[in-house]
């Protein structure tokens, strides 16, 4: 079993639509990250959260530490949102803020 | 302000060579961490570097090695490449260890 969890693997859905990308973690940790990565592989970091929840335009994402899961929100969807999005479980282990990466979920948004 | 650069942005090395990966941290970030990303999986954790020192290393063999220099830039160093290595090589920057990281563009290194 991997440390860092996506589901789904893969999102299709129409523009408009309210989009959740779950994420469960294994390990302890400072904070989680949740990234986007486009095709040709940038990544641009879209938040870092160790707890409660954080909004950026139309992307929300919250985390429960108890239950070691974490949600990405996207409102009203949009085919530009079509992208790889990662989350990422940082903890501070001997001195280094090592990440453990999930999957990452494919989400399609179709016009 | 500019972001993490990385450079090259492709590669294509033979089995057996050498190859050297550069990366510019964002101005004032002293930490910076490299990635591993093969096709189709999530990132994986190699080093993170701070003040110059190594802090943290992920599992892979002793052919994988880096540096920064005092300016916070860095290279991650790769002998004897073979077949899987061919990847995208991310580099982070951060402003302390347990800071958020921003990513570069990524190298990415074709192994033939």
């Known amino acids: 079993k991997n440390e860092v969890e996506q589901s789904p693997q893969n999102l299709t859905a129409q523009e408009g639509e309210f989009i959740t990308i779950n994420c469960s973690y294994s390990?302890?940790?400072?904070?989680l990250h949740w990234l986007q990565q486009h095709p040709g592989g940038g990544i641009v970091s879209l938040f870092m959260?160790?707890?409660g929840k954080k909004k950026h335009g139309r992307l929300i994402a919250t985390i429960n530490i108890q239950e070691k899961h974490s949600s990405l929100h996207i409102t009203a969807s949009h085919p530009r949102d079509s992208a790889v999005y990662i989350c990422?479980?940082?903890?501070?282990?001997?001195?280094?803020?090592?990440?453990?990466f999930g999957q990452g979920t494919r989400l399609t948004i179709n016009p | 302000d500019a972001g993490v650069t990385q450079s090259p942005t492709h590669l294509i090395k033979t089995r057996g060579q050498q190859v050297t990966l550069r990366c510019s941290p964002i101005?004032?970030?002293?930490?910076v961490s490299w990635y591993q990303q093969v096709l189709g999986q999530g990132p994986q954790f190699i080093f993170q570097?701070?003040?110059?020192?190594?802090?943290g290393r992920g599992n892979f063999p002793d052919r994988f090695s880096a540096r920064q220099f005092p300016n916070y830039s860095s290279e991650l160093n790769v002998n004897a490449l073979l077949l899987g290595d061919s990847a995208l090589y991310l580099c982070?920057?951060?402003?302390?260890?347990?800071?958020?990281?921003?990513f570069g563009p990524g190298t990415r290194l074709t192994v033939t």
């Open positions: 982070a920057s951060s402003l302390d260890i347990s800071y958020e990281q921003y």
């Open positions: 390990v302890g940790i400072s904070a």
């Open positions: 959260l160790s707890s």
């Open positions: 990422a479980a940082g903890g501070l282990i001997q001195g280094a803020q090592k990440l453990v």
């Open positions: 101005s004032g970030h002293k930490s």
């Open positions: 570097y701070y003040e110059k020192e190594e802090r």
